[in-house]
């Protein structure tokens, strides 16, 4: 029995199955979720051909010195949005040495959200040593927090796929 639900599951497997094939290495940096993206990766068989490392960086010292995330960054835009979440993505990569990974960072309530950062708004970044980039803006709205965060972890496996159909050569 699986600690997440079978749609996560399956894309955990197909991450698996599909990065060992091709030699790919993933990091996550993680600050909502709180390291279920590296958890439901890790929850397969064979994960250890893939998952490099994961970084829990849930507050804003731990993104400035565990990934490198700007403190001029954080100031300007703060913890929860596109250009932090770019930033911890390709600091995750940068300091794993991995070809892939992904960050997360937003607001899973129940408190804590405002007028222009509601609970629910979650910036999620992938990259690739192929210097791509992906980010996406998710509002998934008041689904509790723990209907947010497996909400980012589905939306998190699914740009690792993404980002790795966009690069050159499948990568």
Do not use: W
């Not at 064979?46 to 990934?67: E, H, W």
Request: a negative charge; proline letters at 2%; aromatic letters at 2%.
């Amino acid at each position: 029995m699986s600690l997440f639900p079978a749609e996560i599951e399956a894309l955990a497997a197909r991450i698996i199955r599909e990065f060992t094939t091709r030699g790919l290495t993933i990091a996550t940096a993680e600050s909502c979720t709180g390291g279920l993206i590296a958890g439901a990766l890790t929850e397969i068989a064979g994960s250890s051909a893939v998952v490099d490392r994961g970084f829990v960086t849930y507050s804003n010292t731990a993104k400035q010195q565990m990934i490198g995330v700007k403190a001029e960054t954080l100031a300007r835009v703060g913890a929860v949005s596109r250009e932090t979440a770019i930033e911890m993505a390709t600091g995750a990569l940068r300091t794993a040495g991995t070809r892939l990974a992904v960050a997360v960072t937003g607001v899973a309530g129940p408190g804590g959200g405002s007028a222009e950062k509601p609970v629910g708004l979650v910036h999620i970044a992938a990259t690739s040593i192929a210097d791509i980039v992906i980010h996406q803006e998710m509002r998934y709205g008041d689904l509790g927090r723990e209907g947010i965060r497996l909400a980012t972890v589905k939306t998190a496996l699914e740009m690792l796929l993404d980002v790795v159909q966009t690069g050159p050569s499948g990568e």
